[in-house]
C-alpha cells in the first residue's frame, strides 16, 4: 500500500528552516484540532490526551491500564474518531483464535485456490480492549504487526497501511480468568498511562455533558490519515544533538544498573523514549528535543517495562516512583537545543 508524500513547501532563502516552519505549524494546527476532539469526549485529562497523541506521532502503540470505568475505552474511540481512517476494535476474549486478529486464508472453491481474508488488525487504528483476557497464544499474534507492521500468514507477508497503531485497554484489578501480558509483549507498547479518577468539577460537568446520550455521537474526524502522515513525518525530522541522545542513552543504563530493578529498559525502550521526545517536541512547536522532553516521557514510555526487586516490592515501591528516582539522579546535559538550548530542572 503507498504512502502520502508530505506536502511541498514552497522554496526560500532558507529552504530547510522555512519547511521545517511551515510543517511545524501545520502540525500545530491539527494537534490542536485533535486534542481538542478528544478533550470534548475526556475531560480533565489533558496529559493523558496529550500522551496519547504523542504516541500517535511517534508512530508508537498505547497500553491504557486502569480500574473500570475511567474511560479507558472511551479514550481509544475518541482518538480513532477524530481522524478519519480505518478503524478496528477487538474484543479480548479467552476464546480468541490469533486467526481472527490476524487473518486466516481460506479455500474459495470457485477459484479453486487459497484466498487471504484479512483479521481485525488490517486498520489505521486497532482498538484492543481487554487484551489481557485473551491467551498468551493470541497476544503473541500481535507482536509482529506491533513492531514490524505487518502480518505473515501461511508464509506470506502483507503489509500494514500507515498510520498504524494499537490502542490496548487492561484492567488491572478482576484478574480471575486473565492472563498477564508478557515482557516482550508490554515492551511493543510505547508508553503506558492510567486515567486516574476525575476531579470532582470534571465529573460533575461529564453528567451535565454525557448524562443523556455518548459524547462520541457528536465527535466528528478532524485530520485526515494523510495529514496524520505528513505529521509523523514532521515530528520524525526533529532534529536531536548527541547530548540529548546521550542523556535517553544514560537514563536507560541507570535502569538496567538500579538495586530496585532486576528488569532494566530494553534498547527498543530507548529508541521508543527518543521518538516520543521527538513527537513531544513537535506538540511543543520546537524544531529540536530538550532534556525536558525525555523528562516528561521518561515514566510513561519506561515504567511499564521494568520489573522490580524483592527488595523494591517490600518497600511499597512502584516502577514509576523509580524511574522518578533515577530522572533526578542522572545528570542533565547543559545544552540540547540548536543554540545551546536550556537545562531541564
Known amino acids: 500500500m503507498s504512502a502520502m508524500s508530505v506536502p511541498q513547501t514552497q522554496p526560500s532563502d532558507d529552504p530547510e528552516g522555512h519547511s521545517s516552519a511551515l510543517a511545524l505549524d501545520r502540525l500545530r494546527d491539527a494537534a490542536a484540532r485533535i486534542t481538542q476532539a478528544v478533550e470534548s469526549v475526556i475531560e480533565g485529562k489533558p496529559d493523558v490526551v496529550r500522551t496519547a497523541l504523542t504516541v500517535l506521532l511517534a508512530e508508537g502503540h498505547l497500553l491504557i491500564e486502569d480500574v473500570p470505568g475511567v474511560g479507558k475505552t472511551m479514550l481509544a474511540k475518541a482518538l480513532a474518531r477524530a481522524v478519519d481512517c480505518s478503524v478496528r476494535r477487538i474484543q479480548f476474549t479467552p476464546d480468541l483464535l490469533p486467526s481472527d486478529v490476524t487473518g486466516v486464508s481460506i479455500y474459495n472453491q470457485d ?192 515504567a511499564h517495562r521494568l520489573l522490580l526487586s524483592p527488595d523494591a516490592l517490600l518497600a511499597r515501591r512502584s516502577a514509576g516512583d523509580v524511574v522518578a528516582t533515577l530522572v533526578r539522579q542522572v545528570p542533565v546535559p547543559s545544552s540540547g537545543g540548536r543554540s545551546g538550548g536550556r537545562a531541564a530542572g
Open 111 to 302: 477459484q479453486r485456490d487459497f484466498e487471504f481474508k484479512p483479521g481485525a488488525v488490517f486498520a489505521n487504528v486497532v482498538l484492543g480492549d481487554e487484551i489481557n483476557r485473551a491467551s498468551p497464544k493470541t497476544q503473541s499474534a500481535l507482536l509482529e504487526c506491533m513492531e514490524e507492521r505487518q502480518v505473515t500468514v501461511d508464509g506470506v507477508t502483507y503489509h500494514l497501511e500507515s498510520p498504524f497503531i494499537v490502542v490496548a485497554t487492561q484492567n488491572p484489578v478482576e484478574m480471575e480468568g486473565t492472563y498477564a501480558l508478557p515482557e516482550a509483549q508490554r515492551d511493543r507498547f510505547m508508553a503506558r498511562v492510567s486515567m486516574g479518577y476525575p476531579s470532582a468539577a470534571s465529573e460533575l460537568d461529564m453528567l451535565s455533558s454525557h448524562g443523556s446520550r455518548s459524547p462520541l455521537d457528536a465527535l466528528r474526524p478532524v485530520a485526515s490519515a494523510a495529514e496524520v502522515r505528513a505529521l509523523i513525518a514532521t515530528a520524525r525530522s526533529l532534529w536531536v544533538s548527541e547530548a540529548v541522545k546521550q542523556y535517553v542513552v544514560d537514563l536507560a543504563a541507570a535502569t538496567r544498573a538500579s538495586s530496585d530493578l532486576v528488569l532494566g529498559a530494553s534498547p527498543r525502550a530507548t529508541l521508543h523514549l527518543l521518538r516520543a521526545a521527538r513527537a513531544h517536541a513537535a506538540l511543543s512547536e520546537r524544531d529540536h528535543v530538550l532534556p525536558d522532553d525525555v523528562q516528561a516521557l521518561a515514566e510513561p514510555v519506561l
